[in-house]
């Protein structure tokens, strides 16, 4: 059977039957490419993608929001501290020698106690001395008094002139001046007998001491010093401007310096103000405590309250100088959050700027976080302060 050609314009006849293998060559690479491209799309549909990672928390931390709270009001001061009277107790009677010193610096006395002796040989000899006069005394005024009976009851028969009638009746009235004159030495050397005993004329303390045994004193001399029934007060140096804050009756927080912190009531608001430092004194009536007259002492007088936004001091931190909290968002990441702060009471600081109120915050473990870290939260209660509570000034504030 003759083969069939094909021919191509300016080219040799080409076999038929060449031509269809090349043809049928062709498509069975077509097919096979569509059977890769088919497998490879089922393969890619059986390859499931990765489940994303869940971001892990930081730490676990307690939040809390600010709470609002009654603080008192308050106006800082310094002063020293001042017994709040001194009594000095001295000699009355003039060139005694003390024979014994019963009381010491420090001693508590009550009223009466006795404090020093003096000898008083001399002084019972003269009131020996006074007693025997007195007796003499006694005796002429009872002759004189007989002689002026005698006088008055012979005056009616003339025996006796006018002139020696009046001499009796003068000598008895000047015998019995006499008596009444040695009576008041007799009791004025008593009195001075019990002047011997120095006594202590109030309760109180035993501030100074000067009396020595053996010493001849003079009258008017200090012997000792005595702090009025142990009572203290508080002088402090108050600006003008904040005096009209304060009134008597007040409260007042001190904390002197080498002594435990003590309470006290403000007394008496001083009339004038110094012309020089433009303050004014305020004496303050202090509780019982640890502290000394001559201490200097810093204090706040509690004028009123007001009301605050408050934290716990575990939830602010400071870093360079400057105060921050961890806000939690609703994501549970933290943000570093800068805030103004004032006093402190108890546990509790106050926010003053800086912070929304409904805000919630880290209360503990701040000081392991960053800004932006993940935390896991449980909240923590609040618990505001007692509006009674002392306030203390963060950094200068008042």
């Known amino acids: 059977m003759p083969q069939l ?73 310094n002063g020293s501290i001042f017994a709040w009277q001194e009594a000095s107790v001295g000699a009355e009677s003039p060139g005694w020698r ?76 000047t015998a019995a001046a006499r008596l009444e004159a040695q009576r008041a030495a007799l009791a004025a050397q008593q009195i001075r007998l019990k002047q011997a005993q120095v006594l202590a004329p109030d309760h109180g303390i035993i501030s100074a001491r000067s009396a020595t045994v053996g010493a001849v004193v003079q009258p008017g001399q200090e012997l000792f010093r005595l702090i009025r029934q142990g009572r203290l007060e508080w002088r402090a140096e108050v600006a003008a401007a904040d005096l009209a804050q304060i009134k008597p009756g007040h409260n007042v927080r001190i904390a002197p310096v080498g002594a435990a ?73 933290v943000q570093q959050v800068k805030v103004n702060v004032g006093r402190r009471v108890g546990d509790r600081i106050e926010i003053t700027g800086g912070l929304d109120p409904a805000a919630r915050v880290v209360a503990q473990g701040a000081g392991f976080l960053g800004d932006g870290d993940l935390v896991r939260v449980v909240e923590a209660a609040t618990s505001p302060p007692s509006p009674t509570a002392a306030a203390t000034p963060a950094g200068t504030k008042k």
């Open 261 to 333: 912190a003590t309470t006290g009531r403000v007394r008496m608001v001083a009339p004038t103000v110094d012309a020089t430092t433009r303050n004014g004194l305020v004496f303050v009536d202090l509780g019982s405590g640890a502290a000394k007259a001559g201490m200097f002492a810093r204090g706040e007088f509690e004028t009123g309250h007001v009301q605050a936004l408050t934290l716990p001091q575990t939830a602010v931190l400071q870093r360079e100088g400057f105060s921050y909290v961890f806000r939690v968002g609703t994501d549970s990441k």
């Open 98 to 173: 003390l024979a014994e010193v019963r009381a010491q610096v420090g001693d508590v006395v009550k009223r009466g106690q006795v404090l020093a002796i003096f000898a008083t040989e001399v002084a019972e000899a003269d009131l020996a001395q006074l007693r025997a006069a007195l007796a003499e005394a006694e005796a002429l005024l009872a002759e004189a008094t007989a002689n002026a009976n005698r006088a008055r009851d012979l005056q009616p028969s003339g025996v006796l002139s006018a002139q020696q009638t009046q001499q009796l009746l003068t000598a008895e009235r």
């Open 5 to 77: 050609a094909t021919r191509l314009p300016g080219r040799p006849p080409v076999p038929l039957a060449r031509v269809v293998a090349a043809q049928g060559a062709a498509v069975s690479v077509l097919v096979l490419l569509a059977a890769g491209a088919g497998a490879t799309r089922a393969a890619d549909t059986s390859v499931k993608p990765a489940a994303p990672v869940a971001a892990k928390a930081a730490l676990t931390v307690t939040v809390t929001s600010p709470a609002p709270a009654a603080w008192p009001q308050v106006v800082a001061a």
